[in-house]
């Protein structure tokens, strides 16, 4: 089998004048770029070459070259496989290994579901208006069957498990549809970070709110679907301002504090 392999011109680091290589990075920091670049440049999938092919192209040792792999594995941007058919092959990150970094460094630094709705205000209006203008007519039949799913499904079955799924479904359509991959990661960093939050049990503390919400997320879904993106902005702000209510109600509500606390 014929491997296709990805550039061929020369890319010296360990041959680097010592000034050069200081100024650049390590010979590893510097190999690891180029091991990117080519990734990035490449399908996922393709063959970027053999270890003693990439050894030549990029001018490096092997603990340098196996070093600099192991970074580039680590962003998910690189495949090592071993054996007669083994090599370097380009790949892509999944969107879990992508959100789950930000949500973490956020939760562990602090920022709370109100800081949250906050900036999910600004940029989720933009997402719901553009959205609305979509005229990506499979992504318009994706979102009315959401629509006539949530309006069909009974009250038993709207769990608050199978609410936040279709939260998920949603969010990612409508950002689809709003046709801005930072759209697409932004809607799926804030609902990674939500759901690190789920002790403070909305919908338990009053079932109630099921209604409110589900109200509120079909006339969304016929907002934009009617080709409306101020109501569509609108009911993004209104569902925002909703959230925040509840956990204003929910942190003074008795035992709140010490399960925030704990979060």
Known sequence: MVKKMHGSKPFPTDELPLHEVGRRGSAVAVASRALVRMSMDAADGDYLGSEASLLAKLGVSRPTLRQAAKIVESDQLLEVRPGLNGGFYARRPEARHVVQAPAFYLRINGATL????????????????????????????????????LEATDD????????????????????????????????????????????????????????????????????????????????????????????????????????????
Request: with cysteine.
């Open 114 to 149: 109100h800081e949250a709705g906050v900036a999910t205000d600004v940029i989720m209006s933009s997402v719901a208006a553009a959205a609305a203008l979509s005229d990506d007519q499979m992504l318009r039949d994706e979102l009315k069957n959401i629509t006539e799913e």
């Open 156 to 263: 038993e079955t709207y769990t608050t498990r199978y609410m936040i799924d279709l939260e998920q479904r949603l969010l990612k359509l409508i950002a689809r549809m709003g046709r801005n991959p930072f759209f697409e990661l932004f809607v799926q960093i804030t609902h990674e970070f939500g759901l690190l939050e789920r002790d403070l049990r909305f919908y338990e503390r009053a079932p109630e709110r099921k209604l409110a919400w589900r109200r509120l997320q079909e006339n969304y879904c016929h907002a934009v679907l009617d080709g409306d993106p101020e109501q569509a902005a609108l009911l993004v702000h209104r569902r925002n301002a909703l959230v925040n209510s509840w956990i204003r109600e929910d942190s003074n509500a008795p035992g709140a504090t010490a399960a925030l606390e704990n979060l």
